[in-house]
């Protein structure tokens, strides 16, 4: 009996889907649960599993192409492995489907000597748009598939320069190294990045306010009770926990700051859902960590690692993508020493965190060299005043430096 494979509902105001990349090929047999087709939305990617086991059929759309929810991108014929079978193999002994299919996508030329070798749909583009045949690059993937990966790590040879007549006159040195040029679709996430960040622009009247820490203290409570730490909890005490806790202080003093305009009127909110913002495997993303002021320095830090871990996976969900009342984002992972963080709508507020240096700073009349950070928060001027910003930064400075005053379970 042959399965209608359909998109199926992704989440609340999603109403499309664009095929990201087919994880198995027509033909192949699949197992129950086996992850068929990666697909992407403006807000993340999922992979959707196989409703039974079976030959996979009548593959109805490319990759890049767009579905709606609930429409059928393939079907399988419900059957046992062929004998023989091996997981991902091509089952050409399964019975043909009788549902009519559209044609695959184009492959790419492959020579003698890739005949045997399966190409994945994301290396056929890398190949193409590479100008290589599948036999100048090694598979390393299971039953001997080329991946992107492969592609990718692949060193094309120079192309030979065409033969130049013999010019009458000394003619200009052509420059040296590549000149080609790659044009790749955005994916729907990064479409999606853009536009926010456009809005965010378009519909706030943002300013950035700034200020240094120094982080002496924290850098000695860390190296104090670190080893503790990672004993008791399983993760080690890093910085963002800090941050957190301090901004949550913060914003219980100046609530207009976790605040939101919504119309002509002004939304406060008693809780604290923290956004904070981690680089994905497609871009960067911001998951939240719900009622936040509820969690312990061991859960923030539990919570984020997983979040990293989960982002650079792209298993981030996307409940936990939506709402959030204040983010944190932190540039000094990447070596950032001062920026302008972009306010995340509809909140009305962002903490940048930056890198770690030491600098001389004055210390009681005398010059001391300590770990210091810029911080820097962005926000709506039309809902938070210039003195407001200003000291709910000083307020985040100084629960940082004295970070005895925030309870640390250790």
Known sequence: ??????????????????????????????????ALVALETDKASLELPAPAAGQLTGLRKKVGDSAEVGEVLAMIEEGPAPEGAKDGAQASAAPASKTSAAPAPAAVPESAASAETRIMPAAQRELAARGLDASDVKPTGPGGRLLKEDVLRHEQPAAKAPAQPTPQAPAPRPASGSREERV??????????????????????????????????????????????????????GFMSFFVKAAIEAL?????????????????????????????????????????????????????????????????????????????????????????????????????????????????????????????????????????????????????ENPTRILLEV
Request: glycine share 8%; net charge negative; with cysteine.
């Open 252 to 400: 219980k003093d100046f609530p207009q700051v976790n605040a939101e305009i919504r119309g002509e009127t002004i939304v406060y909110k008693d809780y604290f859902d923290i956004g904070v913002a981690v680089g994905g495997g497609r871009g960067l993303v911001v998951p939240v960590l719900r009622n936040a002021e509820t969690l312990s320095f061991a859960e923030v830090e539990l919570a984020i690692a997983d979040f990293a871990q989960r982002a650079k996976a792209n298993k981030i969900t996307l409940d936990e993508l939506q709402g959030g009342t204040f983010t944190i984002s932190n540039g000094g992972v990447y070596g950032s020493l001062l920026s302008t963080p972009i306010i995340n709508p509809p909140q009305s507020g962002i903490l940048g965190m930056h890198n770690i240096q030491e600098r001389p700073v004055a210390i009681d009349g005398k010059v001391e060299i300590r770990p210091m950070m810029y911080i820097a928060l962005s926000y709506d001027h039309r809902i938070i005043d210039g003195r407001e910003s200003v000291t709910f930064l000083r307020k985040v400075k100084d629960c940082v």
């Open 184 to 237: 790749v679709p955005m994916t729907p996430l990064r479409k999606r990045i853009a536009q926010r960040l456009v809005d965010s622009q378009q519909s706030t009247a943002t300013l950035t306010t700034f200020n240094e820490v120094d982080l002496s203290n924290v850098i000695a409570l860390r190296k104090e009770y670190q080893e503790t730490f990672v004993k008791r909890y399983g993760v080690k005490l």
């Open 1 to 34: 009996m042959a399965v209608e494979l359909k998109v199926p509902s992704v989440g609340e105001s999603i109403y499309e889907v664009t095929i990201g990349e087919w994880l198995k090929g027509e033909g192949d047999y699949v197992a129950k649960d086996e």
